[in-house]
């Protein structure tokens, strides 16, 4: 099937990139070059008002403001489809740019490729589920402004890392976790393998050097596609792709005994009362991905009410 024309819009400064651009999407649409965010933002946002559909290829290291806040902005003024063009080589980088709206994330110049192909089609929001808009005090709209407070913090020497990272811990932080849940929600979905969830926590308060303990616990038992992160004041979030129950209760009972060998006080000087909730997808009771999270939570509040331990739903 033959794609629809429509324009297209390279913001970037960097003139080797817009030919590298131009060259491949030539014949796929009307090409605009904008050098600047400033310039670049006001005519997009006009253009998602009137209703048109842009492909806009987006620079990471576009100047005059951060491109990850740009592309998030353009994402909610439009049906504009964004591909942003990452030259930062933290590993990171694209799930920030689908976080932040971008249908495409790729490489600079390796992915210039892969751009062809990719001049029509919508554009993919992303979803930030029910469990997203039932977070904390201000909901979706908060969360969201949070973030990109955090994004808008990297142009002024801010690390990549910081933007999706808990200042105490170093894990992820609440708003980037629920995104990796609903992504790793529709990868196990898709290709029909196993994904656990383990809801970890404590009662009261803790220091910021006995959170960074249980942090470094967290990292020496879980394996590099494990996705760790701080729930909140004191409780934490695992995602095991590719994880079973008893994957996921072996992970969760070497955690527990490593915690228990410590001497952790809360802010009150008494021990810490560890306590592990987990659930695994795919079952009966789990029909959503938020339904993964509620049983893995479940079950931590009841092995909290029992004095600790760990439960399996």
Avoid: W
């Amino acid at each position: 099937m033959v794609r629809e024309a429509r324009e297209i819009y390279v913001l970037s400064a960097d003139q080797t990139l817009q030919r590298a651009v131009a060259q491949r999407l030539s014949g796929g649409g009307a090409i605009h070059s904008r050098t600047s965010a400033a310039e670049a933002l006001s005519e997009l946002q006009a253009a998602g008002r009137a209703g048109k559909s842009l492909l806009v290829v987006l620079d990471e290291a576009l100047p005059g403001g951060n491109a990850f806040a740009l592309c998030r902005k353009l994402r909610t003024s439009g049906k504009h489809r964004i591909a942003m063009l990452l030259r930062s080589e933290a590993p990171l980088a694209g799930p920030i740019a689908t976080f932040c709206g971008a249908g495409l994330a790729l490489s600079y110049p390796e992915g210039l490729d892969d751009l062809k192909s990719e001049v029509g089609g919508e554009a993919k929001s992303v979803a930030l589920d029910e469990l997203l808009r039932r977070g904390e005090a201000g909901g979706e709209d908060a969360i969201r402004d949070g973030v990109l407070k955090d994004l808008e913090s990297l142009s002024s020497g801010g690390g990549l890392l910081d933007a999706i990272t808990d200042p105490e811990t170093k894990l992820f932080n609440y708003p980037f976790l629920l995104f990796k849940l609903d992504e790793e929600y529709k990868r196990s979905a898709r290709f029909k393998f196993p994904l656990s969830c383990v809801v970890f926590g404590f009662e009261g308060e803790a220091s910021e050097n006995v959170l960074l303990e249980l942090a470094g616990i967290f990292l020496n038992e879980s394996r590099d596609t494990d996705v760790l992160g701080r729930f909140d004041l004191n409780s934490f979030l695992f995602l095991l792709p590719n994880t079973g129950p008893d994957g996921a209760s072996a992970m969760a009972q070497r955690v527990h005994a490593a915690a228990a060998q410590r001497p952790l006080r809360d802010l009150a000087g008494d021990r810490l009362q560890i306590s592990v909730g987990v659930s695994t997808a795919p079952s009966e009771q789990i029909q959503k991905r938020e339904h993964l999270f509620e049983q893995a939570r479940r079950a931590f509040l009841a092995a909290r009410d029992a004095g600790g331990g760990i439960r399996v739903s």
